[in-house]
Structures are given as structure tokens and as C-alpha cells.
């Protein structure tokens, strides 16, 4: 198995009021400098906790169900509807929780063979394999 190409960036949210805006134009500063896009996005479980706050607060109507959950079933005791996906026409973005980013940092991650926990995947064990958490 070859080496898998990882390019990473580093982000900082300062405005969870414009939480979808910052995410695109990080996305577009990522693809002007790596000339492809990223399909993952990396935060930690706070950061997330905040974006899915605003998400259902200003945009409810934009959350779409998912086949992987029941939104009935997955709210918080706030009624908040998880976020697990960003998407535009150009690029899909799959989030993932790192708790090791400080919260309102967030990594924008292109890897071309990405693995995401619970899949079954073989790999040889002397190599650097990256695991993807998926929030939902």
C-alpha cells in the first residue's frame, strides 16, 4: 500500500454566528493553496457542541436527515439536531472530532483514502494510519 497524501490547514472560528461562512471561506483559502478541496473537517467536541447550536438556531430548514440517524432520536435534551456533513456543489466536508484542537480551532483535511472509525479496513501495522471519528 502506497503512502496516503494528507494535506491539513489550520482554521480559527471567531464568529459562530457566521460558523457556515467562515467553514466555506477556509474551504475556498484550502483549495487556492492545496489546489483541491478538503473532505473532512476536524474539531473538538466543544467547537462542534457550538456550531450545531448556531446550525439549529439560525438555520434549521438547512439541516437535512441523514440515513445514518432519526433526528427524533438524536437530539439533545435541547432539542438540538446534530450536524455530521457540510456541503456545497463543489465539495462534501465529513465531521470528525479531534480533542486535541483547542477549541474554535478546526483543521480542514484533505486525505485521499480517508478511514473513519467502524469501518473495517485492513492495514499493515508498521504504517501511519490515521483514524477519522466521526461525530454522527
Given at each position: 500500500?502506497?503512502?496516503?497524501?494528507?494535506?491539513?490547514?489550520?482554521c480559527?472560528?471567531?464568529?459562530?454566528?457566521?460558523?457556515?461562512?467562515?467553514?466555506?471561506?477556509?474551504?475556498?483559502?484550502?483549495?487556492k493553496?492545496?489546489?483541491?478541496?478538503?473532505?473532512?473537517?476536524?474539531?473538538?467536541?466543544?467547537?462542534?457542541?457550538?456550531?450545531?447550536?448556531?446550525?439549529?438556531?439560525?438555520?434549521?430548514?438547512?439541516?437535512?436527515?441523514?440515513?445514518?440517524?432519526?433526528?427524533?432520536?438524536?437530539?439533545?435534551?435541547?432539542?438540538?439536531?446534530?450536524?455530521?456533513?457540510?456541503?456545497?456543489?463543489?465539495?462534501?466536508?465529513?465531521?470528525?472530532?479531534?480533542?486535541?484542537?483547542?477549541e474554535?480551532?478546526?483543521?480542514?483535511?484533505?486525505?485521499?483514502?480517508?478511514?473513519?472509525?467502524?469501518?473495517?479496513?485492513?492495514?499493515?501495522?508498521?504504517?501511519?494510519?490515521?483514524?477519522?471519528?466521526?461525530?454522527?
Amino acid at each position: 500500500m502506497s503512502k496516503n497524501s494528507i494535506f491539513k490547514m489550520i482554521c480559527y472560528m471567531s464568529d459562530y454566528t457566521l460558523w457556515d461562512e467562515t467553514i466555506h471561506e477556509n474551504v475556498l483559502r484550502f483549495h487556492k493553496l492545496y489546489s483541491i478541496y478538503p473532505n473532512i473537517m476536524l474539531a473538538s467536541k466543544n467547537t462542534w457542541d457550538k456550531i450545531d447550536e448556531f446550525a439549529n438556531l439560525l438555520h434549521p430548514d438547512s439541516i437535512i436527515d441523514s440515513d445514518d440517524y432519526i433526528f427524533d432520536e438524536d437530539m439533545d435534551e435541547n432539542g438540538i439536531k446534530p450536524i455530521s456533513s457540510f456541503e456545497s456543489d463543489d465539495y462534501t466536508l465529513h465531521f470528525c472530532v479531534d480533542e486535541k484542537a483547542n477549541e474554535n480551532y478546526f483543521f480542514l483535511v484533505f486525505d485521499e483514502d480517508p478511514i473513519f472509525d467502524g469501518e473495517p479496513y485492513e492495514y499493515d501495522e508498521s504504517e501511519d494510519v490515521v483514524i477519522y471519528r466521526r461525530i454522527a
